[in-house]
Each structure stands twice: as C-alpha cells, then as structure tokens.
C-alpha cells in the first residue's frame, strides 16, 4: 500500500493550496480517509476527513470554511483545497487511509492503517 501526497510548498497569509493524496495497493473505496497534520513541537491533529462514499466530511473547527476535503474513488486520489491560509496552518500534512464503511468517518488517529511520507505546508506571514 502506498499513500503518495502532493502539493505542498511556502505560501504567504491568505493563499491558497491544493493538496493531493495518490493512492494505491488497496481498494480505495472502502477506505474512509483523512488529512492529518503536525506542526513543530505540536501533536499530530486531524484536520478532516470523508467517508469512503464522500459523504458527511468532517472537519477540525479551525479550517471549517476555509478546507474541502474530496475524493475520487475512480482515480484513488484524495484532495484537500485550502484557502485563506493562515500562518498557523504551517505543519506536515499527511494523508492517511482507515479500512472503515461507515457515513461518519473514523476521526481517531489509531484506527487509520495507512499513512503517507507528509508533505510540508509553509505560510508565511
């Protein structure tokens, strides 16, 4: 199994990114799946997530309005669009898939199987 993310890169205040998760060696769509990320000194945190059909995304107060979480469960491919980038949005992110068919996707780090290497978000302010 492999998670590959994309997109990543040094933004300033108020940009926008779109990240992107490949993914392969699994059956995608009966993965529920999520950002996380982690910023220096900081624990890992989930910033949202989306059920293996792509309804009821959740999302971690702070980005709500700001994030979209997305999936293509034709192409194995997750997205995350965010947008009015803040500095304290600055950590890894990482892409991370759990063997999970419910409607309300697993919000709970361990019950996620599989992880990608992150990728770095910098906003600079």
């Known amino acids: 199994v492999q998670l590959v993310e994309s997109g990543g890169g040094l933004v300033q205040v108020g940009d926008s990114l779109r990240l992107s998760c490949a993914a392969s060696?699994?059956?995608?769509?009966?993965?529920?799946m999520a950002w996380f990320r982690q910023a220096p000194g900081k624990e890992r945190e989930l910033v949202a997530a989306?059920?293996?059909?792509?309804?009821?995304?959740f999302y971690e107060d702070s980005v709500k309005g700001r994030f979209t979480i997305t999936r293509d469960n034709a192409k194995n491919t997750l997205s995350l669009q965010m947008n009015s980038l803040k500095p304290e949005d600055t950590a890894v992110y990482y892409c991370?898939?759990?063997?999970?068919?419910?409607?309300?996707?697993?919000?709970?780090?361990?019950?996620?199987?599989?992880w990608g290497q992150g990728t770095q978000v910098t906003v600079s302010s």
């Open positions: 060696g699994l059956p995608f769509s009966l993965y529920a």
């Open positions: 991370a898939a759990a063997y999970d068919q419910r409607s309300d996707p697993t919000r709970v780090a361990n019950d996620y199987d599989y």
């Open positions: 989306i059920s293996w059909s792509g309804v009821s995304p």
